[in-house]
């Protein structure tokens, strides 16, 4: 079974500074990984997906890697600003037999103090 | 922008009450998803769709039952609901490939 963890779990820094998060995975056998935002109380919005063949993606200010071997994923953040904050998922789908199927970490909380 | 829409928004309603939660998108795609999550919990899959007439249970056990009956619409149904239905439940959908998935705002249910 698929097991998916985030680190850390919450993390605070000042704006302007740049962050890391980290996504692991237990089953290598991806399809994709994709990254998501969520402000509380609200859906997921999508920021970044990754094919299980590619190395990285960019989004502006965001650069998500991708290393399947090792069952990791980063979230590069650059230049936070304070409308970054919210909580980031990664969610990791399945392939083989649970293609279709996808498992999300519990989340990083990030803060970004003005 | 993703075209994924979920009604109500809020929902509180008592023991025993048959609800329905709607799901709709307008984006065309095949493959559709409802998770549920628990306040400052992960997201866990409870249903899914490849296409029409085609479901499939997640990885959480859960008592609701869905349908998908046309491409845009993936309702969700809980017959007789219960306090321990109470949480947030989120629709998703993505394009058969390359599986991108988009998500709905959320439907906060509570159960009194």
């Known amino acids: ?103 999300f970490g519990d989340g990083t909380t990030l803060t970004v103090k003005p | 922008e993703a075209d994924i829409y979920q009604t109500p928004r809020y929902l509180v309603i008592g023991t025993g009450k048959k609800i329905t939660l709607e799901c709709s998108q307008t984006m065309g795609h095949d493959k559709m998803y409802w998770y549920q999550q628990d306040p400052g919990m992960e997201l866990h899959l409870i249903h899914y769709s490849y296409g029409v007439n085609s479901t499939e249970k997640g990885d959480l056990s859960s008592e609701s039952t869905v349908s998908r009956i046309r491409t845009e619409h993936f309702p ?31 439907t906060r249910l509570t159960v009194l």
């Not at chain 1, 779990?9 to 890391?20: D, I, Q, R, T």
């Not at chain 1, 290598?28 to 920021?47: C, E, M, V």
């Not at chain 2, 809980?78 to 959320?106: D, I, V």
């Open chain 1, 1 to 103: 079974k698929q097991e998916v963890t985030q680190i850390p779990a919450a993390l605070s820094v000042p704006e302007g500074e740049n962050l890391v998060l980290n996504c692991s995975f237990t089953d290598s056998a991806i399809y994709n990984l994709q990254w998501f935002r969520q402000d509380p109380g609200k859906g997921l919005t999508s920021l970044l997906l990754i094919q299980s063949s590619q190395r990285e993606q960019t989004s502006g200010r965001l650069n998500a890697s991708l290393d399947k071997s090792s069952g990791r994923s980063t979230l590069y953040i650059a230049a936070s600003q304070p409308g970054d904050s919210a909580t980031y998922l990664c969610a990791v789908m399945g392939g083989g037999t649970n293609a279709g199927k996808s498992t």
């Open chain 2, 76 to 106: 969700l149904t809980l017959e007789s609901a219960r306090p321990s239905h109470t949480s947030q439940y989120l629709c998703a959908s993505s394009r058969g490939g390359y599986n991108e998935q988009f998500f709905g705002p959320g």
